[in-house]
T-cell receptor, first 114, second 112 residues
Framework: EPEVTQTPSHQVTQMGQEVILRCVPI?????FYWYRQILGQKVEFLVS????????KSEIFDDQFSVERPDGSNFTLKIRSTKLEDSAMYFC????????????FGDGTRLSIL | GENVEQHPSTLSVQEGDSAVIKCTYS??????FPWYKQELGKGPQLIID?????GEKKDQRIAVTLNKTAKHFSLHITETQPEDSAVYFC???????????FGKGTKLSVKP
């Protein structure tokens, strides 16, 4: 069964450094999402992306965050100048052709900011 | 914005018993209602979903019921097995948004 893959599984970064999290969505999917989950808390929406532009973003997704689809398969989340509070699990998801379609999640990247 | 409440926060059942988790939402325009299962170290896995034009959906031991008037939907697991132990999240989609709004999760423990 097709799945969303994320790399790396664990990223450790010094505070203030830039980090890029990578995702390969399911190949025929058109909508892409990033969510995050701080340890022990619920999953929170960050941003959705369709047709090479941001569709929606939450209050969490401020100017330090950006997303990109650099080629036909990858979808990336960049965090500039990381902060301690950015430590969390970051999940990528994709859906087939619309936001009412099921969203399928990857297993996440654990980001640890030191 | 959408307010999502999930109950109970923890649930412990004996193997073979049924489990029911309820999710209440606030946005009357919500139109898509999925349930996710999250095992330790894994991402949320979609287990069942329902759309607003349907009242109930069943897939083997798992069912979801929707009451749009009361703005709640529930996950029903019958004949529970130890491998059902996980955290379960409801995540209704708001009517004006594409993103899912997750509840705080229910930790289900199935004792053999």
């Amino acid at each position: 069964e097709p799945e969303v893959t994320q790399t790396p599984s664990h990223q450790v970064t010094q505070m203030g450094q830039e980090v890029i999290l990578r995702c390969v969505p399911i190949s025929n999917h058109l909508y892409f999402y990033w969510y995050r989950q701080i340890l022990g808390q619920k999953v929170e929406f960050l941003v959705s992306f369709y047709n090479n532009e941001i569709s929606e973003k939450s209050e969490i997704f401020d100017d330090q965050f950006s997303v990109e689809r650099p080629d036909g398969s990858n979808f990336t989340l960049k965090i500039r100048s990381t902060k301690l509070e950015d430590s969390a699990m970051y999940f990528c998801a994709s859906s087939e052709w619309g936001t009412i379609q099921p969203q399928h999640f990857g297993d996440g990247t654990r980001l640890s900011i030191l | 914005g959408e307010n999502v409440e999930q109950h109970p926060s923890t649930l412990s059942v004996q193997e073979g018993d049924s489990a029911v988790i309820k999710c209440t939402y606030s946005d009357s325009a919500s139109n898509y209602f999925p349930w996710y299962k999250q095992e330790l170290g894994k991402g949320p896995q979609l287990i069942i979903d329902i759309r607003s034009n349907v009242g109930e959906k069943k897939d083997q031991r798992i069912a979801v019921t929707l009451n749009k008037t009361a703005k709640h939907f529930s996950l029903h697991i019958t004949e529970t097995q130890p491998e059902d132990s996980a955290v379960y999240f409801c995540a209704p989609r708001g009517g004006s948004q594409g993103n899912l709004i997750f509840g705080k999760g229910t930790k289900l423990s199935v004792k053999p």
